[in-house]
């Protein structure tokens, strides 16, 4: 590490703050937000390029966003990506491997920082596109770039930790056993639309950080922001090659990535249904290649909150209607089941049907909307179909209204059902909308028991007072990611690394001490320093000594 790395980067993890959010009650900054919606708009539609060893091209198809709160503007007009330019990509990725491989640690980490400073100083212009591009209100679209820009900082550092060598055993028997990570080669990194910038950033910098080179692919429905997140990183003085952008189709682009057998290592975050194939498909070893691709899925979930007996629903029912139907419930974490204990449940039930009324669904560019649209067209009638069935065949809690909104945009609004039936699609099937299932249960076992008896387990939540239930929350509801007496959505990089298991996918948690390890191979070099009857000092292969 040079002199300038050290002083960037002097104790790695300690001076790792989370970025702040934007304080919307200063009106100076509800102002910034605002102008930065109309500036970015007067772009639009815009030109998303593929980006191949740092040269920008486009194609005769293309792929259009639409706004999801306003279905007639077209955000952006992207590439799309045919196999042939995954193979270019491919190309250029491994042949500038080596060159970054060999770039210390501390060099790495400093562009990443930089791409970090850069994403600070462009916050609101790409929370601003997340608004437009992906129908993202205006927290949760800054909450996006924070986690981002927090990505950055947490895995330059992380890599730093990692880069230095490791004396296992020092002089032990006068051997050395040193152990050191090393990249893995190129990774195929695969995004969706519902964190834009957070999800393709996170992947994209540790893969980086940890000395591979970079293909990213984000959804279909969001290039237009995944394309400014790697310009982002070729300003700050990534070499070309290093990470090349390839948005298209999943079907066609994706799934010759995950199969390319020059890729190392695929690392994912979408539905189960892909997360699955793409586990299926990078098993398979064709001839030539000469590794198993090393696959990272997470995929979704199906969350549980528990309120219990003693549970304050002045503070559990806020949190539960954040959890559910804080952007339109499109989030992994998002909660989708509600377990209630007997007897609490008629007044929880009427005080949810009283707060999810006065949620204010609206385009996600007002400021003072709660609930925005959903992404597509497809999304929508999807979860039009889950809404449909529970009015057959569950109770209707609350079923709200989008009024005039349905003709501009994709707008579905809050639906709450109640089932007496735990193997019911409403309480099996991840939504992915704003459509909560309410079960009644006779006690916290009976709770435990309903909340675990899903193949999902990612996020899940309780709601109680009482101490002895919570110490059994910890230890028998099993999810990743367990909140007590809280929202049960916003995982904070270093604080709540994130991640789930059982179908809600494979690897380490993002934005914690062990994620970067995927990206590496761990070698050990043990070397005998006992040079009995060895010219020690002579430097050199033997036959180059002159003696
Ligand atoms: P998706 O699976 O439809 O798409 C994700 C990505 O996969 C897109 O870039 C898409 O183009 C690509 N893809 C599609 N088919 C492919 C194929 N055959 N081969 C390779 N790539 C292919 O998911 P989505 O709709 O973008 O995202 C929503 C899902 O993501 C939800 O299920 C949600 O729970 C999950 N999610 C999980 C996490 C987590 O951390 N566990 C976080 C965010 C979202």
Same mark, same amino acid.
């Given at each position: 590490?040079?002199?300038?790395? #050290?002083?960037?980067?002097?104790?790695?993890?300690?001076?790792?703050?989370?970025?702040?959010?934007?304080?919307?009650?200063?009106?100076?900054? @509800?102002?910034?937000? /605002?102008?930065? &919606?109309?500036?970015?708009?007067?772009?639009?539609?815009?030109?998303?390029?593929?980006?191949?060893? =740092?040269?920008?091209?486009?194609?005769?198809?293309?792929?259009?966003?639409?706004?999801?709160?306003?279905?007639?503007?077209?955000?952006?007009?992207?590439?799309?990506? #045919?196999?042939?330019? %995954?193979?270019?990509?491919? *190309?250029?990725?491994? *042949?500038?491997?080596?060159?970054?491989?060999?770039?210390?640690?501390?060099?790495?980490?400093?562009?990443?920082?930089?791409?970090?400073?850069?994403?600070?100083?462009?916050?609101?212009?790409?929370?601003?596109?997340?608004?437009?591009?992906?129908?993202?209100?205006?927290?949760?679209?800054?909450?996006?770039?924070?986690?981002?820009?927090?990505?950055?900082?947490?895995?330059?550092?992380?890599? $730093?930790?990692?880069?230095?060598?490791?004396?296992?055993?020092?002089?032990?028997?006068?051997?050395?056993?040193?152990?050191?990570?090393?990249?893995? !080669?190129?990774?195929?990194?695969?995004?969706?639309?519902?964190?834009?910038?957070?999800?393709?950033?996170?992947?994209?910098?540790?893969?980086?950080?940890?000395?591979?080179?970079?293909?990213?692919?984000?959804?279909?429905?969001?290039?237009?922001?995944?394309?400014?997140?790697?310009?982002?990183?070729?300003?700050?003085? &990534?070499?070309?090659?290093? $990470?090349?952008?390839?948005?298209?189709?999943?079907?066609?682009?994706?799934?010759?990535?995950?199969?390319?057998?020059?890729?190392?290592?695929?690392?994912?975050?979408?539905? @189960?249904?892909?997360?699955?194939?793409?586990?299926?498909?990078?098993?398979?070893?064709?001839?030539?290649?000469?590794?198993?691709?090393?696959?990272? #899925?997470?995929?979704?979930?199906?969350?549980?909150?528990?309120?219990?007996?003693?549970?304050?629903?002045?503070?559990?029912?806020?949190?539960?209607?954040?959890?559910?139907?804080?952007? /339109?419930?499109?989030?992994?974490?998002?909660?989708?089941? $509600?377990? %209630?204990?007997?007897?609490?449940?008629?007044?929880?039930?009427?005080?949810?049907?009283? !707060?999810?009324?006065?949620?204010?669904?609206?385009?996600?560019?007002?400021?003072?909307?709660?609930?925005?649209?959903?992404?597509?067209?497809?999304?929508?009638?999807?979860?039009?179909?889950?809404?449909?069935?529970?009015?057959?065949?569950?109770?209707?809690?609350?079923?709200?209204?989008?009024?005039?909104?349905?003709?501009?945009?994709?707008?579905?609004?809050?639906?709450?059902?109640?089932?007496?039936?735990?193997?019911?699609?409403?309480?099996?099937?991840?939504?992915?909308?704003?459509?909560?299932?309410?079960?009644?249960?006779?006690?916290?076992?009976?709770?435990?028991?309903?909340?675990?008896?899903?193949?999902?387990?990612?996020?899940?939540?309780?709601?109680?007072?009482?101490?002895?239930?919570?110490?059994?929350?910890?230890?028998?509801?099993?999810?990743?990611?367990?909140?007590?007496?809280?929202?049960?959505?916003?995982?904070?990089?270093?604080?709540?690394?994130?991640?789930?298991?059982?179908?809600? =996918?494979?690897? /380490?948690?993002?934005?914690?001490?062990?994620?970067?390890?995927?990206?590496?191979?761990?070698?050990?070099?043990?070397?005998?320093?006992?040079?009995?009857?060895?010219?020690?000092?002579?430097?050199?292969?033997?036959?180059?000594?002159?003696?």
């Amino acid at each position: 590490m040079n002199q300038e790395n #050290t002083k960037t980067l002097e104790s790695p993890l300690s001076d790792f703050r989370n970025e702040p959010q934007t304080d919307f009650s200063l009106e100076v900054e @509800r102002s910034n937000f /605002s102008n930065a &919606l109309k500036s970015v708009a007067t772009h639009f539609p815009q030109d998303v390029s593929i980006i191949i060893d =740092g040269r920008e091209e486009m194609t005769s198809e293309r792929i259009e966003s639409l706004d999801p709160s306003d279905f007639r503007q077209i955000v952006a007009s992207s590439a799309a990506a #045919t196999s042939d330019h %995954v193979d270019k990509a491919v *190309k250029a990725a491994r *042949k500038a491997y080596p060159e970054w491989r060999r770039t210390s640690p501390g060099e790495r980490a400093n562009i990443i920082l930089r791409a970090a400073e850069l994403m600070r100083e462009r916050k609101h212009e790409l929370s601003a596109i997340a608004v437009r591009e992906a129908g993202k209100p205006w927290r949760e679209a800054d909450a996006d770039v924070e986690e981002a820009i927090d990505f950055l900082e947490f895995y330059a550092r992380e890599a $730093l930790r990692l880069g230095a060598p490791r004396r296992l055993q020092p002089w032990l028997l006068g051997e050395h056993n040193d152990l050191v990570y090393t990249p893995l !080669g190129v990774v195929g990194v695969i995004g969706p639309w519902n964190f834009p910038v957070a999800i393709p950033t996170g992947m994209t910098t540790a893969a980086l950080a940890a000395g591979n080179t970079v293909i990213l692919k984000p959804a279909e429905q969001t290039p237009l922001v995944a394309w400014l997140v790697a310009r982002i990183f070729h300003e700050a003085g &990534l070499p070309d090659g290093v $990470l090349n952008f390839l948005p298209g189709r999943g079907e066609v682009c994706g799934e010759r990535l995950v199969r390319h057998p020059d890729v190392n290592m695929i690392v994912f975050t979408g539905s @189960r249904e892909v997360g699955l194939r793409i586990i299926r498909s990078a098993a398979e070893t064709p001839e030539g290649q000469h590794f198993v691709k090393r696959v990272v #899925t997470e995929m979704g979930g199906k969350n549980a909150i528990i309120v219990d007996s003693s549970a304050d629903l002045d503070s559990a029912v806020p949190d539960i209607l954040y959890s559910a139907f804080g952007f /339109s419930g499109q989030k992994c974490s998002a909660c989708s089941r $509600l377990i %209630v204990l007997e007897d609490l449940y008629k007044e929880c039930l009427d005080r949810l049907r009283e !707060g999810a009324a006065a949620l204010k669904i609206g385009r996600a560019s007002e400021p003072s909307t709660q609930v925005g649209p959903v992404i597509d067209g497809e999304a929508r009638d999807k979860i039009l179909g889950y809404i449909e069935l529970g009015r057959k065949e569950a109770r209707t809690i609350h079923g709200g209204d989008v009024g005039g909104l349905a003709s501009e945009g994709f707008f579905v609004a809050p639906h709450i059902f109640e089932s007496n039936r735990g193997d019911h699609p409403l309480m099996r099937e991840e939504i992915f909308g704003p459509v909560l299932t309410v079960i009644k249960a006779g006690n916290f076992s009976e709770a435990l028991d309903i909340a675990n008896d899903t193949p999902y387990a990612l996020t899940g939540g309780v709601q109680s007072r009482t101490p002895s239930n919570l110490r059994r929350a910890r230890q028998e509801f099993e999810v990743g990611n367990l909140y007590l007496n809280r929202t049960i959505t916003g995982a904070i990089v270093g604080r709540q690394p994130f991640g789930g298991y059982r179908l809600s =996918g494979i690897g /380490s948690k993002a934005g914690g001490p062990d994620y970067l390890k995927q990206f590496m191979v761990s070698r050990v070099v043990s070397e005998n320093m006992m040079r009995h009857g060895m010219a020690s000092l002579v430097e050199g292969p033997p036959d180059n000594r002159e003696d």
